[in-house]
């Protein structure tokens, strides 16, 4: 395998975790989990999580897989949308 291939194979794994990784950060972080908290009081899970999935996205240009992780590590979210 190329480094190429190696390099695309663990950004494609990535990619489809990265929403995860994401909470994971806000979870692991005081202050960030801190202002998740109140986000979340004041505007709503739902749009909040919602919100950050889709800033994820967009940040790193990517594209919806038709499939969703289902079972998550962080315990901020209870599934989320996979990307390629």
Known sequence: MTSKKIADAAI???NQ????????????????MHNYL???????LDNVNQTIGKEVKKAYKLK???????????TLIQSHQ???
């Open 64 to 74: 919806n897989l038709n499939d969703r992780e289902d079972n998550p590590t962080c």
């Open 82 to 84: 996979k990307f390629e």
């Open 12 to 14: 494609k794994i990535l």
């Open 38 to 44: 109140r986000a979340v009081e004041s505007n709503g």
């Open 17 to 32: 975790k990265i929403t995860n990784e994401i909470f994971l950060i806000i979870q692991n972080d005081r202050e960030l």
